[in-house]
């Protein structure tokens, strides 16, 4: 538990501010800390990315880095997030950001081995050294996974007042969001500036800082429940929250909602170069980046609104969002303007929103002895649609055009959604809701 608790009061016609969410005990060093964090996942993906491409002028070798900092994510979830369900979260924090600290380190040793000067031409680097640093790289994002888990249990820890902590994770949404354009902004600056040596000891810095933020704020809270002894017992664990996760009315649909979506959500970001590159080849760069950002600011704007609601009325509402949320994406299959086009993205951000209600109530839904495994296999099955979602944009977009492969998965996505709002359990969620907010 953080030193202190979030007040439970809540006024009945309108959702806690922001300020009060940044009043809660510890929350404010915490927020610093998963910014940082976040900073410097981004941070060593574009460093490592940029360092192989100096190396071997290979833009597909460059690309492969941020493939292999991908998979780990879901081997990491789904394998190692039930470890916060028999290890005090703090301890697991606290060992995941040293650890990758480590690895970071390990990172630089590498680079520093094969020179780090951001102008010099590219060379032909032995393929073990690639190896050396994907492997590395693997094993940083690798070891995110029970810190994922743990800071969600954390999150639902801190807040006792649940429209408060609903409050939290919008705010920390929309955060993410920002972090993670800040994390690839800051990452371009910052190798340029000192070189991806240099660079990679500003990312060492980021998890350093976390873990003391969290050795400093956080109190050790024992585990709940009682986890099955021995290897065997860890695996069987994993089992138990898969059977729960899928037999639960309310937690599979939710699921199974946010899996449809993702291919409509992964499509603009997967081909924006190649649309932007297609409209003004001059310009692709430049033009991709600002259509890349045209989702994340839309859905920047979507959670300001929809974190104002109740969540008995955000939850609702998820389903009609979700089935309105392909639909300016339909419309990319014209090929209308750049500037057509960031509004239609802009406006699919927007009704992504619905997410905010989904995540907040999927989290409170689920047994706190099983927060854990759970959060890590969602997030695992989320990560892999949305890695195939990227390849299957990208090989439409080849076979077709950008316009049409966002254009298809858009209508994928939707279809998909259409099947589950046929089975929505309405009546389920508002008892679910009723439950989880007001008990």
């Not at 354009?181 to 000192?194: N, Y």
């Not at 709940?224 to 695996?235: D, K, L, N």
């Not at 994406?329 to 090929?335: D, G, N, Q």
Request: proline content about 6%; overall charge neutral; hydrophobic content about 55%.
């Amino acid at each position: 538990m953080v030193n202190g608790q979030a007040g439970d009061s809540h006024d009945s016609f309108a959702m806690p501010s922001y300020a009060e969410v940044f009043r809660a005990s510890g929350y404010p060093a915490l927020f610093l800390a998963a910014a940082g964090s976040t900073w410097g996942d981004y941070l060593a993906r574009l460093t490592v990315a940029a360092f192989v491409f100096e190396q071997t002028g290979s833009p597909f070798a460059a690309a492969a880095t941020f493939a292999v900092s991908l998979l780990p994510t879901f081997f990491g979830r789904s394998l190692l997030a039930p470890i916060a369900d028999r290890i005090p979260y703090k301890h697991v924090l606290i060992a995941s950001h040293l650890t990758r600290a480590a690895l970071v380190g390990g990172l630089i040793l590498a680079v520093g081995a094969r020179g780090s000067d951001v102008a010099s031409p590219p060379t032909d680097a032995p393929p073990v050294a690639l190896w050396v640093l994907f492997t590395l790289l693997f094993l940083v994002e690798l070891a995110g996974g029970p810190a994922s888990a743990s800071s969600q249990i954390l999150m639902t820890d801190l807040f006792s007042d649940r429209r408060l902590y609903a409050r939290a994770l919008a705010l920390s949404t929309m955060s993410d969001h920002i972090n993670q354009a800040i994390g690839l902004g800051l990452g371009g600056v910052v190798v340029a500036w000192v070189g991806t040596s240099g660079a990679l000891w500003f990312d060492l810095a980021t998890f350093l800082v976390s873990a003391v933020v969290i050795a400093v704020v956080v109190r050790v809270q024992a585990i709940r429940g009682t986890p099955s002894a021995g290897v065997i017992g860890f695996f069987r664990d994993i089992g138990e929250g898969a059977g729960y996760l899928f037999r639960h009315p309310v937690l599979v649909y939710l699921l199974a909602l946010s899996l449809c979506s993702v291919w409509a959500m992964a499509a603009p970001e997967a081909v924006a170069i190649a649309y932007a590159a297609a409209k003004d080849p001059s310009g692709s760069t430049r033009l991709g980046g600002l259509l890349m950002a045209a989702p994340i600011l839309g859905a920047v704007a979507g959670l300001v609104i929809v974190g104002r609601w109740q969540p008995e009325r955000q939850n609702p509402r998820i389903i009609v969002m979700a089935l309105l949320m392909p639909l300016p994406l339909v419309v990319t299959m014209s090929a209308p303007p750049v500037l057509i086009t960031w509004l239609l993205w802009f406006g699919c951000g927007a009704l992504q929103a619905f997410m905010l209600p989904l995540q907040s109530t999927f989290s409170l839904v689920i047994p706190i002895q099983m927060r854990g495994r759970v959060f890590g296999l969602a997030g695992a099955l989320s990560v892999a649609a949305t890695g195939v979602a990227f390849l299957v944009a990208g090989w439409l977009a080849e076979l077709t055009s950008p316009a049409w492969a966002v254009a298809v998965c858009a209508l994928g996505s939707l279809l998909a959604i259409v099947v589950v709002a046929a089975r929505w359990p309405r009546a389920a969620l508002r008892a679910a809701v009723d439950t989880a907010y007001n008990s």
